[in-house]
C-alpha cells in the first residue's frame, strides 16, 4: 500500500487547506509499482505449478511477470513505462498474436489473478475491485480475440487506460 494521505486512505494525496482532495488513480489505490510487481510475481509462480496454464507460459521469458506489472500499472494510471519501454499497445498485441488461447485457458488465468491479488494484499474495496475485475475480464476477452483467428490491427490502439466507473473509492469527507 501507499502511504496514507490527510484522509487516511491508501494513496490520497493531501491537497492545500481547504480544498477537498479528489479520488486517487486506481494504480496509486493499489499501492503502485510495488503493489503491482507484488501481484504479478506472485501470480507467475502459481501459473507455473499450474496444469492448465503452465504449458502456455513453459517458455516465457524471466522479465515477463515485470513487464505485464508495467503493463497494468499502465492500464491503471501509472506511469506509462510499458508504452515507453516495451511498445505499448502494439508490443502486447503481437505476444498475443497466433497463440490460440482457450476459454478454458482466459478463465483460469482471471481465477489465478484473483487469487493472487487476495493472496497480495491489493486494496479489497467494492469500488477498486470492480474496476479491476473490469479490465481483467475485458482485457482477457482481447486476448482471445488477438490469439484467435482475424485478430484486428495491433497498432490501431493506445494502451488502454481505466479509472474510477460509476462508484470512486469512498473516502471520509475532510471538511
Do not use: C
Request: glycine share 12%; aromatic share 10%; charged share 20%.
Amino acid at each position: 500500500m501507499t502511504e496514507p494521505g490527510a484522509s487516511g486512505q491508501p494513496g490520497t494525496k493531501e491537497k492545500p487547506a481547504g480544498e477537498k482532495p479528489g479520488p486517487p488513480s486506481i494504480y496509486e489505490w493499489a499501492g503502485g509499482a510495488a503493489a503491482f510487481s507484488r501481484l504479478t510475481e506472485v501470480f507467475y509462480g502459481h501459473v507455473l505449478q499450474d496444469p492448465v496454464l503452465a504449458p502456455v507460459f513453459a517458455q516465457m521469458d524471466s522479465r515477463h511477470a515485470e513487464h505485464v506489472a508495467k503493463w497494468l500499472g499502465e492500464v491503471f494510471g501509472g506511469p506509462r513505462d510499458y508504452t515507453v519501454g516495451l511498445g505499448g499497445h502494439p508490443h502486447m498485441a503481437n505476444k498475443h498474436l497466433g497463440r490460440g488461447i482457450t476459454e478454458q485457458q482466459r478463465r483460469r488465468w482471471v481465477s489465478l489473478l484473483v487469487d493472487a491479488s487476495d493472496e497480495v494484499g491489493l486494496p479489497a474495496d467494492p469500488e477498486f475491485r470492480a474496476v479491476f475485475m473490469y479490465y481483467i475480464e475485458w482485457g482477457t476477452r482481447m486476448a482471445l480475440i488477438y490469439s484467435g483467428e482475424n485478430p484486428p490491427p495491433v497498432d490501431v490502439a493506445e494502451v488502454p487506460v481505466w479509472q474510477w466507473g460509476q462508484t470512486p473509492p469512498w473516502q471520509p469527507d475532510s471538511a
